[in-house]
Nanobody, 121 residues
Framework: QVQLVESGGGLVQPGGSLRLSCAAS????????MNWYRQVPGKERDLVAS????????NYAASVKGRFTISRDNAQNTVYLQMNSLTPEDTAVYYC??????????????WGQGTQVTVSS
């Protein structure tokens, strides 16, 4: 059974930090690109950060660049999102996503359940 189990969300003050974790099981973690998305009610789900499987290439959304850090530990089948200097605009449900292509070039994707991050004073 494929599982992406997230933890680390919660309530934090502006300027504070949180570290999100996503523990994966049921698939070959090291073969999958790992991504963090976030979504505010009534708006579309946006990509926040990505780290590839092949060469660990990292990309960030402009809104979080310099504040967030994505990393992965293939030995622990876990991807992390370190979030610093948080602002109320970072408030959202954050989703862990694993993506790859199969031998027929069809997209394979798995999603976590989402974890709430609220930045408020």
């Amino acid at each position: 059974q494929v599982q992406l189990v997230e933890s680390g969300g919660g309530l934090v003050q502006p300027g504070g930090s949180l570290r999100l974790s996503c523990a994966a099981s049921g698939f070959t973690f090291s073969n999958y690109d790992m991504n963090w998305y976030r979504q505010v009610p009534g708006k579309e789900r946006d990509l926040v950060a990505s780290i590839t499987a092949a060469d660990r290439t990292i990309n960030y959304a402009a809104s979080v660049k310099g504040r967030f850090t994505i990393s992965r530990d293939n030995a622990q089948n876990t991807v992390y999102l370190q979030m610093n200097s948080l602002t109320p605009e970072d408030t959202a449900v954050y989703y862990c996503n694993a993506g790859a292509v199969d031998p027929w070039r069809r997209r394979v994707a798995y999603w976590g359940q989402g974890t709430q991050v609220t930045v408020s004073s």
